[in-house]
């Protein structure tokens, strides 16, 4: 006797179901294409949203001390310790809207042994080198980011989530993902160039002229493959959030993409695995300016739109985070909301 396969579950099948919920067509606006998504993704017209985490990767970046900050290097390592004791504001929105949140230290200078295991430890090393005078990490350590940032996704997984945002933290994150940027989609590189945590004029002339000079020194870059593009200019945690998108599609998982340095590796990840698109939502537009450009190379790939535009620049997965209940109301609508020929409505047909 032969198995025979089940159908799989098509767009047109999600969008029948939709179309005959008590409403006008499309009156829901995106939502429905929030819950068309995740109905694809899961293959059911009952979809679950099951224990929601929020994975923030940090590291330092040896660029930082070349003054492209606003904040000094050792703000980094003080950052995550604020995460562990529950005072930042990714500890705020985790706690208001119900998600785990996962700390990982990628490459943190100091060590975080004194907090009981409240941060995770994957620490490639004490920071990246300055991409200024030599690649930020070896490829050996890229190789080893990737893949500590893989087996995060798989010991979240094990515990029954399907839905990750994503997050980060590390001074100087943006000067690496600004270059990445540029290197991987052609934008000219002072469009991709933003204040950060908050540079002045002169603040933001140096960083431009620090990043001029840092892709001068290495023009092999600019034609290399993405995965010695990452090497060369990436940051610890950026690599580990490449490594963690590319193994969420394993395991089903609804990927929220916050801003401008998870929109980096994103960008990263799509060079090996185009198909990891239709399993993200980007949930927010930052007000870092490189981050509109990346936004619109996105969408250019086929990604629906950001969620949200509030100005939000912390990084943090903080606008993933702040987008998640939009999932569960696209997720709830498809599941609870009644048709017309259940609710005894006359449609318009």
Excluded: W
């Excluded at 969008?15 to 939502?31: N, S």
């Excluded at 934008?187 to 002229?209: E, M, N, S, V, Y």
């Excluded at 949930?283 to 950001?306: C, F, I, N």
């Amino acid at each position: 006797m032969n198995d025979i396969a089940p159908a799989l579950l098509t767009a047109a099948d999600v969008q029948h179901v939709l179309d005959h919920k008590t409403k006008p067509l499309g009156a829901l606006g995106r939502l429905e294409g929030l819950a068309k998504q995740i109905a694809l993704l899961q293959q059911t017209l009952t979809p679950r949203l099951t224990r929601p985490h929020a994975v923030v990767f940090a590291a330092d970046h040896g660029i930082a001390s070349e003054g492209v900050s606003a904040y000094p290097p050792e703000v980094t390592h003080q950052m995550v310790r604020n995460f562990a004791a529950g005072g930042a504001a990714i500890n705020v929105f985790c706690r208001l809207h119900g998600l785990e949140l996962v700390v990982v230290d990628a490459g943190v200078r100091g060590s975080f042994s004194d907090l009981g295991g409240r941060v995770r430890d994957e620490k490639i090393a004490e920071g990246t080198a300055s991409f200024l005078n030599r690649p930020a990490m070896t490829a050996d350590q890229c190789a080893d980011a990737l893949a500590r940032g893989a087996a995060v996704v798989r010991d979240v997984a094990a515990t029954g989530c399907n839905v990750l945002a994503f997050g980060e933290m590390g001074i100087g994150n943006t000067s690496s993902a600004a270059v990445l940027q540029h290197l991987l989609t052609g934008a000219p590189l002072a469009d991709c160039i933003g204040r950060g945590t908050g540079l002045d004029d002169a603040g933001l002339a140096h960083k431009q002229a620090v990043l001029t000079r840092a892709l001068a020194n290495y023009q092999q870059a600019v034609t290399a493959a993405p995965r010695v593009v990452l090497t060369t200019f990436g940051g610890f945690e950026i690599a580990q959030l490449v490594g963690a998108m590319l193994e969420a599609p394993r395991h089903g998982m609804l990927v929220l993409v916050d801003g401008f340095i998870v929109g980096a590796a994103l960008l990263v990840a799509l060079q090996e695995n185009p198909d990891l698109l239709a399993q993200c939502v980007l949930t927010h537009r930052s007000a870092e300016s490189g981050h509109r450009l990346l936004v619109a190379e996105l969408e250019r790939l086929g990604a629906a739109p950001p969620l949200l535009d509030l100005g939000l620049r912390l990084g943090e997965g903080t606008g993933a985070v702040l987008a998640y209940p939009l999932m569960q109301a696209a997720v709830a609508m498809l599941n609870e909301m009644a048709s017309f020929e259940s609710a005894g409505v006359a449609s318009s047909e």
